[in-house]
């Protein structure tokens, strides 16, 4: 980043503030989901369907509530609005552990994916590209990599707090955590912009610098004045390829839930390579997001979503043709955790190249609608190819066309975005 590079050091803490509301919910709670699954049916004799309607519940409400969340951020303090996110999920998640019908963990799944909307997609994204004049990928990238640093670290702690003391008490505890964590470092550290606290965003003159060396500026160094309202990215088809774009990447990102699960259907491998797999994936999308925002920074969203593409289509291709090599599979799956990765890196970096930062939050909120929406068929996608086909080798070919398909939109989607408003 060179000691050249001038602007605001408080820029830094705003990425704090978003590890604290986007990295800590996902790493510490969220992301546990399915570890309260069992021991709460076992308690109250509730089917499957029931215990976990909230999660399907989820991704529709976040998805609904995302198209407003966009113009709230906008218009209202992220301060605030991202504080109250974090207080609507960390005190509904604790309520929990004294909710003893299914109706009520389904409000539940209401008030996640209404907060979620605001922290999960949006939020990080956003206010790094406020606060950020350079190295927004690097910095979005690495922000995603301590939720999956935090997630493998607590999976076991918070089983073996479940073990040990029950799911109530290891739900409040978790619970608690965010609170103090998330709610409360929210609070303390974010700020809404660097023009209300009278500084330049970090880097700021350095990405001056540079824009005077090169006539073809680095896409990621967008003045904050330039690009499109929502209402004009809203007529243009990249926006609507980035939608598509984003749902290929989350279906697949999904796939990740499924590899114990097909591991366990192929006799050579078995449950344990199933869950040593997706560890190997989780290792290697911290990995892949770092990577990622960095190749975004250097040489634009367009490679990143092309590396993306090409290692999570290979990862997915030699898991499908390892047959009986654990050793195989973890390479293919090493791989595929890679373009995995890109989820959160690759389509908020992608916007704001290819539309600017003139109105950056309500753009992509419309992005993460789409996700959401996609995200919400994931799992039903998945059940119904094994259930008629009684094999995951259609999962992994769908995988396959989808990070095709990804490589020749990130060719497209920035480029095609840009001419609307580079002239401008």
Known sequence: ????????????????????????????AANHSGLFLTPVIDEFGWSQTDASLYM??????????????????????????????MLVFSLSWIACAFFDAPWQWNIFGVLYGASAAFWMYIGTPTMV?????????????????????????????????????????????????????????????????????????????????DRAKSAEANVTEVKETSGL?????????????????????????????????????????????????VSVAMITSMIGKFGLGWISDHFGAKAAGIVAGVLGGAGAAVALISGDSAMIFYVGVALFGIGYSALNVVPPLTCQQAFGDKDYSSVFAVVATGLNVFSGFSALIYAQIFDITGSYAGAFWMNIVFYVLIIILALVIVPMGRRAWANK
């Open 129 to 209: 590209n406020r606060w950020f004049a350079k190295s927004n990928g690097t910095v979005i990238g690495t922000i995603g990599v301590f939720v999956s640093l935090f997630g493998a670290i607590m999976s076991p702690v918070v089983q073996g707090w479940i073990s040990g003391m029950g799911w109530h008490t290891a739900r409040i505890i978790t619970g608690v955590i965010v609170l103090v964590i998330g709610a409360g470092v929210t609070l303390a550290l974010l700020r809404e912009s660097p023009e209300k606290m009278g500084v330049k965003p970090w880097g700021y003159d350095a990405a001056e610098a």
């Open 229 to 277: 309202m929502r209402s004009e990215a809203l007529k243009q088809p990249a926006l609507w390829l980035l939608v598509l774009m984003a749902g290929m990447f989350v279906i697949s990102a999904s796939f990740v839930q499924q590899l114990s699960r097909y591991a366990s259907t192929v006799d050579a491998l078995g449950p344990e390579v199933g869950a040593m797999a």
């Open 56 to 85: 399907s519940i989820q991704p529709w409400v976040q998805a609904i509530v995302t198209i407003f969340a966009g113009k709230i951020i906008a218009k209202y303090n992220p301060r605030w609005i991202m504080t109250a996110a």
């Open 1 to 28: 980043m060179g000691t050249t590079t001038k602007g605001s050091n408080y820029a830094w803490a705003i990425a704090i503030s978003c590890i604290a509301f986007y990295a800590v919910p996902l790493g510490f």
